[in-house]
């Protein structure tokens, strides 16, 4: 009689570590796969995040932007405020906030875009060139006043992260620049981002 509980007691426990095996194996199949683009968003975030922290701290230091004020008062708050993000920022180099895994990525789903377009399209293109800014852009300069800031591809904008207000993209030919608006300040560049 007591082997026959002993041998149920050892079935019990066989079923129950089976069940807990078997448990164990679903919850790991059930765990989602890393998302690669999902990461990498996710690094940009934290280094968008890291300006913005800085540039909080600029902006502290200069005063909040108040558009009641005369155009010349916003220039001279908008001239000191780039003048100090360029002085706190001033080791930024290209890659900072577009690291080359974010650029490769970001380089892939543009082609990727534009590919899917049609040759109407892609013609209508080449025509909007003449509107882009002629000069090279460069990490920790003012964004050259002397041409207009050409209108960003609504079809681009959905496939690249939110930004904060404060910031935006640009398209400098197949350059994308990330840019502090407020400041007009160049805060990144990625070559070759968008197809020529």
């Known amino acids: ?31 989602p796969a890393e998302n690669p ?4 968003f996710a690094d940009f975030a934290k280094r968008v995040d890291a300006y913005m922290k800085v540039r909080k701290t600029l902006v502290d230091s200069v005063g909040e932007l108040d558009p009641t004020r005369s155009q010349a008062e916003i220039t001279t708050r908008a001239t000191k405020l780039a003048s100090s993000i360029i002085a706190a920022r001033a080791q930024a180099k290209p890659g900072d906030i ?15 875009e534009y590919s899917r377009r049609p040759d109407s399209v892609q013609e ?3 025509d909007q060139q003449d ?8 990490v920790n300069t003012l964004y050259p006043t002397t041409y207009p800031l050409a209108t960003f ?3 681009l904008l959905p496939l690249l992260p939110p930004l904060p207000e404060q910031l935006e993209y640009r398209v400098v030919h197949n350059y994308l620049v990330l840019r502090d608006i407020e400041a007009n300040v160049i805060l990144d560049v990625m070559p ?4 020529s």
């Open 1 to 31: 009689m007591r082997s026959r509980l002993d041998v149920r007691r050892l079935l019990l426990i066989g079923a129950a570590c089976a069940v807990l095996a078997a448990g164990g194996c679903k919850n790991e199949e059930a765990k």
């Open 37 to 40: 683009t999902g990461a990498v």
């Open 98 to 112: 577009f690291t080359p895994e974010f650029s490769a990525l970001v380089a892939t789903l543009i082609k990727q």
């Open 124 to 126: 209508t293109r080449e």
């Open 131 to 138: 509107e882009l800014p002629a000069f090279v852009p460069k």
């Open 153 to 155: 591809p609504a079809t």
């Open 192 to 195: 070759n981002a968008v197809p």
